[in-house]
Structure formats: C-alpha cells, structure tokens
C-alpha cells in the first residue's frame, strides 16, 4: 500500500476508517503469505502426529480382548469403502482435469490400501510371528501398498508430478507410521494372543493416514502451477 492510497483513504474514511483499512489490508496480506501458508502447514502436521500418537495411547480392558473378528471387520474396511463409492466420486477440484486425475489418484491409493491390508489379515500369517517377524512384516506391509498404488497410478497415465507430489505431502507421515510400528512392536504392552493387539492398533494408524492423505489433497492439487497445462486424462484436458 503506497502513501497516496493511504492519503487516499484519509481522505474518503477519515482516521479510524483509514486505520481500519490498512489493518483489513494487512491481515489479508499475511493470510495470502508463503509464511501463514507454511505455519498452517506444520501445525497441520502437528496435529497429524498428535492424533496418530494417540491411537497407539488409545487402548483399555476391551481393546486388550481384541479378537480375529475386530481386525477383519476394522473401521477402516467400511471407511475406505465409503470414501470410494460415496466421498471421492463427489469430489470437485479447481479444473475438470484435476478433479478426474484426483479422483483417480484417490480411488487406486485407497483400493490399494484395502487389498493389501485384507491380503495380509486374512492370511492371518502374522497370528505365529515373534514381533522381529511381525515388525519386519507390518513395515513390508507399508512399502508394499507404496509400490502399488504407485505402479498402478503410473500404469493409469496420472501425471509423474502428481505421484511425486502426493508422495512428497506423505513422506512425513510414512515416516511416522514407520516409527510407530516399530515401537508397538517393541512394546510389551501391546503383547496378545496371536499379535492381535499390535494389527489392531497398527490399522488404527493406518486409518488417519487415510484421513490425513484425503484431506491434504485439494492442498497438494492447488500447489501445482503450470506443470499439468495442455495435459489430457480421461477425455480432460487442463486449460
């Protein structure tokens, strides 16, 4: 704001009404800003780390009873069926385009999640593992789903950017849940019959990782300027 703009609204406003608009003018200034942009950002991240940390805090006398039938009919099941079939098909994002590659990106990284995590649980192999074995299993768990959401999303023509910047916004997370998983299996309080415990608390985990992946996306799509003009996906083409 330039002095003749604030000799301008002297002028028109007067004093209070001048001050008033140069504060508003300020305010709006800090809110656009890389640093509030990025403030906003770590304590999102902040939040994520507390949240997750606390589903592995989250256990009393009935989670310590955990049967086979707890884990194989886990939320995360019935919440990644409804954000596929009834959340992402309604998500709008700032072009045509991006909405289709989103959607798109969304519904293979969820599906992914869902065939992987049911292929481990209903093997029911980590039921006879000591808990080097079923860390060392849990953490392949992850890098596998990884790779094939990944796979599957370069196989499906989304964008390299795309990918690159999901996997970017996530690596913190990944990291965290990696961590996670190591001290719940290091962990003598989250001993059980067959590890049943260490799963269920492990795919609490995974469930805010979902949480956190879904929410950050219209972030991450906002966040690329000009790399995806003239691309086309699914009969869109990016303006």
């Given at each position: ?138 953490l392949d768990l992850i890098n596998r789903i990884i790779y094939d959401y990944e796979r599957e999303m370069a196989e499906s023509g989304i964008p390299k950017i795309v990918i690159e910047k999901m996997k ?38 995974l469930l805010s990782v979902l949480e956190n992946t879904i929410s950050n996306s219209e972030n991450v799509c906002n966040s690329i300027n000009g790399s995806l003009k003239g691309l086309t996906f699914d ?5």
């Amino acid at each position: 704001m330039s002095i003749e703009d604030i000799s301008s609204l002297l002028a028109k406003y007067g004093i209070k009404g001048a001050l008033f608009s140069i504060i508003v003018f300020v305010l709006i200034g800090a809110l656009k800003s890389k640093w509030f942009s990025d403030f906003l950002g770590k304590m999102s991240d902040k939040f994520v780390e507390r949240f997750m940390k606390s589903k592995t805090k989250d256990v009393n006398t009935h989670v310590k009873m955990i049967t086979e039938s707890d884990i194989t009919n886990h939320d995360i099941f019935n919440y990644i069926d409804f954000w596929t079939y009834s959340k992402v098909p309604t998500f709008n994002f700032s072009t045509e385009y991006r909405t289709t590659v989103f959607r798109k990106y969304l519904t293979i990284y969820l599906k992914a999640y869902k065939k992987d995590i049911s292929d481990f649980v209903n093997s029911k192999e980590y039921q006879n593992m000591d808990d080097p074995k079923v860390c060392k299993a849990l953490l392949d768990l992850i890098n596998r789903i990884i790779y094939d959401y990944e796979r599957e999303m370069a196989e499906s023509g989304i964008p390299k950017i795309v990918i690159e910047k999901m996997k970017t916004k996530n690596n913190d997370t990944i990291t965290l849940t990696i961590d996670l998983i190591e001290g719940i299996c290091n962990s003598q309080f989250y001993s059980s019959d067959k590890n049943l415990l260490k799963v269920y608390s492990i795919l609490n985990i995974l469930l805010s990782v979902l949480e956190n992946t879904i929410s950050n996306s219209e972030n991450v799509c906002n966040s690329i300027n000009g790399s995806l003009k003239g691309l086309t996906f699914d009969g869109k083409t990016e303006p």
